[in-house]
């Protein structure tokens, strides 16, 4: 009883630094790729912080997973190096009894990864990509940022705009190209404000410029000055959430509609905490390590088996969604053969006549060490038997 609490603090404690560590590189990475996109004009830089939070919350299942199973196994792997396992094999336990203390974390861990893929993670990409529509549903001026050329939401204007004053209703030096068929517009006016109708349509004003208009190649440009010159704005209702993406899909909203698309979407949303369970029982076999040999070779093949499974899943959610296997028998078979897989190691590991099993190497070095003090004739007798 001492033993598996000890055993199921360290395991706690491991979970917890590998995931600070996988956790903190996941947001590094997130924070960059989205400043990225912010600054290429994607995204808001208002909502940077949200994306965030959203894109974090979209991988966090992934970081579980992969937390509880490289816990498992630093935690198992350190046991055999520091030989607590001769201790634990010598006093009567098998490697079974380690799976009770594993699932007293792997259980509640599964649960979580659960909820997370089931609730979390839709509602996550569901805002994240209202975020988005919603940047890119905003009117023209709201697109342009100082200093940079930015393309109208219907593609044929191009504006640039020196800076911007008073948020975003006035800007100063403003530029407009525009294209109307083989005829080219250039506006250039010092100042520029936002003004409505009335009637729901926006009017881009400007003020001391000058318009040139005319076809590209021929001599008959026209040049127009002007105090005050009125450019309509095309704007676009905020319609969000007319092309949901599938991933943003509520489970329930996923059972409503079964097609190929919600099938695999569902697929792998249950593939998550049943990935979780298999592999936490996976590390216990694997776990082995020779204690004369060092530990870092059971962290790269956990990394490896972790990447080779998902990426199996992966492919069996694009089965389904191409309607190449049908999802009553695209969901169970992969976890079926890693369950088989993990039978397979824990039977090798039990057995005791495996010649890397504590017990045989312990009764091999005393065998040894009689045959050494034996005399000649006995000892080859000894041998031959």
């Keep these: 009883m001492i033993f598996r609490r000890s055993l199921q603090r360290e395991l706690a404690s491991a979970a917890g630094a590998t995931f600070t560590v996988l956790f903190s590189i996941l947001v590094t990475w997130t924070l960059i790729a989205i400043l990225g996109r912010a600054a290429g004009g994607k995204v808001a830089s208002g909502d940077v912080l949200a994306l965030i939070v959203f894109r974090s919350a979209e991988l966090l299942p992934i970081i579980l997973i992969?937390?509880?199973?490289?816990?498992?196994?630093?935690?198992?792997?350190?046991?055999?190096?520091?030989?607590?396992?001769?201790?634990?094999?010598?006093?009567?336990?098998?490697?079974?009894?380690?799976?009770?203390?594993?699932?007293?974390?792997g259980l509640p861990m599964v649960a979580l990864v659960g909820a997370l893929s089931f609730v979390v993670t839709p509602w996550a990409k569901m805002k994240s990509a209202?975020?988005?529509e919603r940047f890119q549903k905003r009117e023209d001026l709201q697109r342009v940022a100082p200093g940079q050329f930015r393309e109208s939401s219907s593609s044929d204007r191009v504006f640039f705009v020196e800076r911007s004053a008073e948020g975003s209703t006035v800007v100063q030096n403003v530029f407009v190209g525009g294209v109307d068929g083989d005829s080219h517009s250039v506006v250039v006016a010092k100042q520029g404000v936002i003004e409505s109708d009335g009637k729901g349509g926006q009017f881009?004003?400007?003020?001391?410029?000058?318009?040139?208009?005319?076809?590209?190649?021929?001599?008959?440009?026209?040049?127009?000055?002007?105090?005050?010159?009125?450019?309509?704005?095309?704007?676009?209702?905020?319609?969000?959430?007319?092309?949901?993406?599938v991933a943003?899909?509520?489970?329930?909203?996923?059972?409503?509609?079964?097609?190929?698309?919600t099938q695999a979407e569902l697929l792998a949303r249950i593939a998550a905490p049943i990935t979780c369970l298999v592999l936490m029982l996976l590390a216990i076999p694997l776990g082995f390590v020779n204690p004369r040999a060092g530990s870092s070779a059971n962290l790269i093949i956990a990394l490896l088996i972790f990447f080779t499974y998902n990426n199996l899943v992966r492919l069996s959610e694009a089965s389904v969604k191409q309607g190449k296997v049908a999802f009553a028998m695209?969901?169970?078979?992969?976890?079926?053969?890693?369950?088989?897989?993990?039978?397979?190691?824990?039977?090798?590991?039990?057995?005791v006549n495996h010649r890397y099993h504590p017990l045989v190497l312990i009764n091999g070095f005393k065998r040894?060490?009689?045959?050494?003090?034996?005399?000649?004739?006995?000892?080859?007798?000894?041998?031959?038997?």
Excluded: C
């Design 66 to 105: 992969l937390t509880s199973f490289i816990a498992v196994v630093a935690t198992i792997t350190r046991s055999y190096r520091d030989s607590e396992m001769v201790v634990w094999f010598a006093s009567g336990q098998s490697l079974l009894g380690w799976i009770r203390p594993v699932l007293m974390l």
């Design 130 to 132: 209202e975020f988005v």
């Design 204 to 245: 881009l004003v400007l003020s001391n410029g000058r318009r040139y208009e005319g076809v590209p190649g021929q001599a008959d440009f026209q040049t127009m000055e002007f105090e005050r010159y009125s450019m309509r704005v095309a704007t676009q209702a905020p319609m969000l959430g007319a092309d949901v993406p």
């Design 248 to 261: 943003a899909l509520s489970t329930p909203a996923l059972l409503v509609a079964p097609n190929r698309f």
């Design 330 to 351: 695209g969901w169970w078979p992969l976890h079926l053969a890693a369950l088989l897989v993990v039978l397979m190691l824990f039977a090798w590991r039990l057995n």
């Design 368 to 385: 040894r060490r009689i045959l050494r003090n034996m005399p000649q004739p006995k000892r080859e007798e000894a041998r031959a038997e």
